[in-house]
């Protein structure tokens, strides 16, 4: 398995984020301490590629959630069916900050998640050799 660490201010209002809007599904929930969670999403179906949702535990913490990337996208959703997806997305409120649009490599609009860190929803027409 893949994790990337994702700040978060909350782990529920995280979680009813990222299943609720974006499909996301709950791998693991575990308690570890009063204050801490091992708490793992991946988009539903997902093989690799899971999240770790990580409750900032101080200031310097606190202060990234949001701006892990300096405003850059961050995280990456790959989608075989780009237009279900990004009419799924809307209905549910993700707020896109770039619309639609077709590059070499595919079709793909950002959104920025619950916390402001931003996304790319993507059809690759083709993976520049990855």
């Given amino acids: 398995m893949f994790l990337t660490s994702l700040l978060v201010r909350d782990y529920d209002e995280a979680i009813d984020y ?8 709950v791998r693991v929930d575990k ?7 091992w708490v793992v999403i ?7 590629g899971c999240i770790l949702l990580a409750k900032a535990s101080n200031e310097r913490q606190e202060r990234q959630i ?3 990337c300096g405003g850059r996208v961050f995280l990456f959703i790959d989608t075989d069916d780009f237009a ?12 896109f900050v770039r619309p639609p649009h077709h590059e070499d490599y595919g079709t793909v609009a950002v959104f920025e998640d619950l916390y402001g860190n931003r996304w790319d929803l993507i059809q690759h027409t083709g993976y520049f050799g990855i």
């Fill in 66 to 68: 949001g701006d892990q």
């Fill in 18 to 25: 990222f299943v609720g809007r974006l499909g996301f599904e």
């Fill in 42 to 48: 991946a988009p539903e179906g997902a093989g690799h």
């Fill in 31 to 37: 308690r570890l301490s009063d204050e801490k969670r």
């Fill in 84 to 95: 279900r997806d990004y009419e799924k997305y809307l209905s549910r409120g993700v707020r």
